[in-house]
């Protein structure tokens, strides 16, 4: 499963902390993951509680796809935006990865204590990684967003 990832995002070839640190699961996506949930879908859509209650958005959250959409939702939950992904400690940072092709949010990432990052992989496993730049590729884009919160 590793070479499998890694051929999706060839930065992690080179990367000395990736790892796969979860069982693949369905419960939770990427930017739940970011938010430290780990029992429901975050994205825009139309109807927030569909599928069986999977999929959340906040109330008064823009619904689309952009980064400012994103934005609102992690400040909803206490974050602002920062410069970059250094680690500080203290704080939770979060990347935010957009297509540049179409400018939609793609991915996000959680940095944890000590500066090493966590991602979701879709319904497939978390990982850990050195940096969120790892995992620019084709697929999530480029990291566009860094925030952080207090903790």
């Not at 999706?8 to 693949?24: C, R, T, V, W």
């Not at 209650?53 to 939950?77: C, H, Q, Y």
């Not at 590729?137 to 967003?145: A, D, E």
């Amino acid at each position: 499963m590793k070479d499998f990832i890694i051929s999706i995002f060839p930065g992690l070839a080179d990367d000395p902390n990736f790892k796969i640190a979860s069982k693949q699961t369905p419960d939770y996506n990427c930017i739940a993951w970011a938010a430290i949930y780990d029992d429901r879908w975050f994205w825009p859509v139309e109807d927030a509680m569909n599928i069986e209650g999977r999929i959340f958005w906040p109330d008064g959250v823009k619904k689309d796809e952009t980064p400012e959409a994103f934005i609102e939702l992690f400040e909803s939950m206490g974050f602002h935006l920062c410069e970059d992904g250094g680690y500080e400690p203290g704080f939770r940072k979060v990347a935010v990865y957009v297509n540049p092709k179409n400018g939609k949010v793609t991915h996000a990432a959680r940095q944890r204590t000590g500066g090493l990052w966590t991602s979701k992989l879709g319904e497939n496993h978390d990982i850990v990684h050195t940096t969120p730049e790892s995992l620019e590729s084709l697929p999530y884009g480029k990291v566009s967003i860094f925030l952080k919160k207090e903790i």
